[in-house]
């Protein structure tokens, strides 16, 4: 069973930084699409980047041209680099497998949290 861990999520103010690092219990090299998605209170999970083995990268309206995603293959992680954080970036975090935006294991990891303040 693939199992993932999220990091890096915290308190941040308006403008500012985070990094996110997803670690994934398989090798990724060369066979898996990563995608990160988001899920705020009282909203459904929704897709915000993925990166494909071949590292090409696609990203939600939402965070396009603040959010980059990125992978290390050697260490089975990605990252999520998100700059310009605005209050309604306020979310947990996840990371799966993907096939184009959507997520191919059932299971999920317990997620980083992001809190943007005003």
């Known amino acids: 069973q693939v199992h993932f861990v999220e990091s890096g999520g915290g308190l941040v103010q308006a403008g500012g930084s985070l990094r996110l690092s997803c670690l994934v219990s398989i090798p990724i090299f060369n066979t898996k699409a990563i995608g990160w998605y988001r899920q705020a209170p009282g909203k459904q999970r929704e897709y915000i980047a993925g990166?494909?083995?071949?590292?090409?990268?696609s990203y939600a309206d939402s965070v396009q041209g603040r959010f980059t995603i990125s992978r290390d293959n050697m260490k089975n992680t990605a990252y999520l680099q998100m700059s310009s954080l605005k209050p309604e970036d306020t979310a947990v975090y996840y990371c799966?497998?993907?096939?184009?935006?959507?997520?191919?294991?059932?299971?999920w990891g317990q997620g980083t949290q992001v809190t943007v303040s005003s």
């Open positions: 990166i494909s083995s071949g590292g090409i990268t």
């Open positions: 799966n497998v993907i096939f184009q935006t959507r997520p191919v294991v059932n299971s």
